[in-house]
């Protein structure tokens, strides 16, 4: 388990101080895929290189498997960090080494024998489906080839986290989607617990069981994909997961607006049809919207209500009828 407790980093520059973390706390479980979500500069990236300590936070602990790293020197960082695998946007591979070399390296550094090295990265480049490509170099390979060669690099230790650092930020949506169904496969085979970085809702959507949103260097919200996804709390979440709710709401100029959630349970034109047969209330669609989380669809509908009484009214139907409603 990964575990932060009262995480602080300041950055000092020439404007002054910059808080990119304050009192971080946070839990991720063995085995699941964890999302970190946040606007640029919420502090995402200063908290996923805290995690292996490549940055070292001013106050706090970072526990791995109950082990404080703060307090551990650099023999024993090193020990550590071979379980903690990490990619990055920008790949970061060895230009000069073909993609057999770039795997093969964090292997050489451990001091693994050759034979057991090879055999190693030869599993490895056919687990992340370059079979064939093993003397390419970097300059002759996709970016979704890249990202594949980082990822069995990462792997190379047998790790068991991997930290993703906006790992598919630079990639088309084809090849997004590719190397997320990889991270999914690797973690259903390894149980390698994957720490996903990122400011794309639909990686999260697509990939994570939790989440995190992180805002001004502190955690807004964190819970279930579906549930914050569903119904966030925070504006900054709304934000992110909602922009265009936040726009409808405000753009339109109505008093009354009620914000009805949905889990599956509903769809829009039965709460329509429900509100006009039984109340004879006439509503207005300012927006709406339905995604599907993890196999379960979720959905929501911004609508504007004609007065106070039919608002209430409307809250007291949906609310019968097991829907959440919100007056925005």
Do not use: W
Not at 87 to 102: A, P, T
Not at 245 to 261: D, F, G, S
Not at 276 to 281: F, N, P, Q, S, T
């Amino acid at each position: 388990m990964i575990e932060l407790r009262g995480v602080v980093k300041t950055f000092k520059t020439k404007a002054g101080p910059i808080e990119a973390l304050k009192d971080v706390n946070l839990k991720i479980e063995d085995g699941e895929i964890f999302g970190i979500i946040g606007l640029s500069g919420a502090g995402k990236s200063t908290l996923v290189r805290c995690v292996n300590l490549l940055e070292r936070p001013d106050a706090g602990e970072i526990l791995i498997d109950g082990e404080d790293l703060t307090g551990f020197g650099n023999k024993k960082l090193r020990e550590i960090r071979r379980n903690i695998g990490m990619i990055f946007q920008s790949f970061n591979l060895l230009e000069q080494r073909n993609v057999f070399d770039n795997v093969k390296f964090p292997l050489e550094i451990s001091g693994v024998k050759k034979a057991e090295a090879e055999k190693k990265v030869n599993d490895l480049i056919e687990l992340v489906g370059l079979k064939g490509r093993e003397r390419s170099y970097p300059s002759q390979l996709s970016g979704g080839q890249k990202q594949r060669v980082a990822i069995a690099r990462a792997l190379a230790t047998d790790p068991k986290y991997l930290l993703c650092d906006e790992a598919t930020s630079a990639l088309d949506p084809t090849t997004t989607g590719s190397i997320l169904e990889l991270l999914k496969d690797i973690n259903r085979k390894f149980g390698v617990t994957i720490v996903v970085i990122t400011h794309e809702m639909r990686v999260v959507e697509s990939i994570c069981s939790r989440v995190a949103v992180l805002s001004d260097g502190e955690i807004a919200e964190c819970g279930s994909v579906g549930e914050v996804f569903y119904n966030p709390e925070s504006a900054i979440a709304r934000e992110l997961i909602l922009p265009n709710l936040v726009k409808a709401i405000n753009e339109n100029p109505y008093e009354y607006k009620l914000r009805v959630t949905f889990n599956g349970a509903a769809l829009k034109e039965s709460i329509i049809s429900l509100i006009a047969v039984r109340l004879g209330i006439s509503v207005k669609v300012l927006y709406s919207d339905e995604k599907t989380v993890n196999g379960r669809t979720f959905g929501q509908i911004l609508l504007a209500v004609p007065d106070g009484a039919a608002a209430e009214k409307i809250k007291a139907l949906c609310e019968g009828e097991n829907l959440t409603v919100k007056e925005v």
